[in-house]
Nanobody, 123 residues
């Protein structure tokens, strides 16, 4: 099993940047594919981006492509989400997720979830 703790959320003006972090427990972090999801008020949770176990493969939702960058540091058991050119529509609770199956991340059905961190973008 793995436990996930997100950090780095906050309030930022449109056009600004934030970097989210997700720290994972355990000694098998490099066994897990990772992803970020978000849920805006009144909306369903949506996929944002995924990264494979060794970081060699990534996949972005069209809405964030070119603005967000996912990366991971397996030595630190941490995955990051660099968010640039933020827009008010990026306002949401952002969740980190993990699964040994890469397809589960893209399908929105990973086994492990963090508690989420709030990102608010003001106009």
């Amino acid at each position: 099993q793995v436990q996930l703790v997100e950090s780095g959320g906050g309030l930022v003006q449109a056009g600004g940047s934030l970097r989210l972090s997700c720290a994972a427990s355990g000694r098998t972090f490099n066994s897990y594919n990772m992803g970020w999801f978000r849920q805006a008020p009144g909306k369903e949770r949506e996929f944002v981006v995924s990264i494979s176990r060794n970081g060699g493969a990534t996949y972005y939702a069209d809405s964030v492509k070119g603005r967000f960058t996912i990366s991971r540091d397996n030595a630190k058991n941490t995955v990051y989400l660099q968010m640039n050119s933020l827009r008010p529509e990026d306002t949401a609770v952002y969740y980190c997720a993990a699964d040994t199956r890469y397809a589960a991340i893209g399908a929105g059905t990973p086994n492990y979830w963090g508690q989420g961190t709030q990102v608010t973008v003001s106009s």
